[in-house]
T-cell receptor, first 112, second 115 residues
Framework: DGGITQSPKYLFRKEGQNVTLSCEQN?????MYWYRQDPGQGLRLIYY???????QKGDIAEGYSVSREKKESFPLTVTSAQKNPTAFYLC???????????FGPGTRLLVL | GDSVTQMEGPVTLSEEAFLTINCTYT??????LFWYVQYPGEGLQLLLK?????DKGSNKGFEATYRKETTSFHLEKGSVQVSDSAVYFC??????????????FGKGTKLTVNP
């Protein structure tokens, strides 16, 4: 089955620690996205990538980093510079022709 | 910039009631419009979409019509079920400089349907 997988489902971060969230897709989509969702809020775009080896900052990129070494994978690192990382993180991908974004199941990040 | 405004929740209905969730947008161009649904603890799923004025998107009994004159894309369902309980997001497509696409989301409306 084609789809997007995110791991882990829950992630705990200690103060000063960097953590990496995984996102993999087998939909053969060129574009991939990372969003942050806070309670009662809509989704805010962190980073996006239109093609392998290229990515751009979204609206709230500070304290985050990404890489896009393979078409299927778009990992997100939450660095120690992100002072309020507790949130639900969603990865998405899209075929540029169809325009629709498809979402993974999400990773909930909590700070210890 | 472009924006989406949807009615604040939460919305609580009885089973078989009629549902309307209002959504209006501001955009400089001609965006595509979307409704996504999020069930508890899950990611978002596309519910329906419309790509041009007067298009009607429909899926699972839900409908929404792209109204350019009122810049609206209201979600409706004639008879809701308990299984429709979820958070509903209205969104539009926009483009960064250079042509890269992005989605702009409303804040979401939580729907609870009681038996």
């Amino acid at each position: 089955d084609g789809g997007i997988t995110q791991s882990p489902k829950y992630l705990f971060r200690k103060e000063g620690q960097n953590v990496t969230l995984s996102c993999e897709q087998n939909l053969n989509h060129d574009a991939m996205y990372w969003y942050r969702q806070d309670p009662g809020q809509g989704l805010r775009l962190i980073y996006y990538s239109q093609i392998v080896n290229d990515f751009q900052k979204g609206d709230i990129a500070e304290g985050y980093s990404v890489s896009r070494e393979k078409k299927e994978s778009f990992p997100l690192t939450v660095t120690s510079a992100q002072k309020n990382p507790t949130a639900f993180y969603l990865c998405a991908s899209s075929d540029r022709v169809q325009e629709t974004q498809y979402f993974g199941p999400g990773t909930r990040l909590l700070v210890l | 910039g472009d924006s989406v405004t949807q009615m604040e929740g939460p919305v609580t209905l009885s089973e078989e009631a009629f549902l309307t969730i209002n959504c209006t947008y501001t955009a400089t161009g001609y965006p595509s419009l979307f409704w996504y649904v999020q069930y508890p603890g899950e990611g978002l799923q596309l519910l329906l979409k419309a790509t041009k004025a007067d298009d009607k998107g429909s899926n699972k009994g839900f409908e929404a019509t792209y109204r350019k004159e009122t810049t609206s894309f209201h979600l409706e369902k004639g008879s809701v079920q308990v299984s429709d309980s979820a958070v509903y997001f209205c969104a539009l497509s926009d483009f960064y400089e250079g042509g890269s696409e992005k989605l702009v989301f409303g804040k979401g409306t939580k729907l609870t349907v009681n038996p």
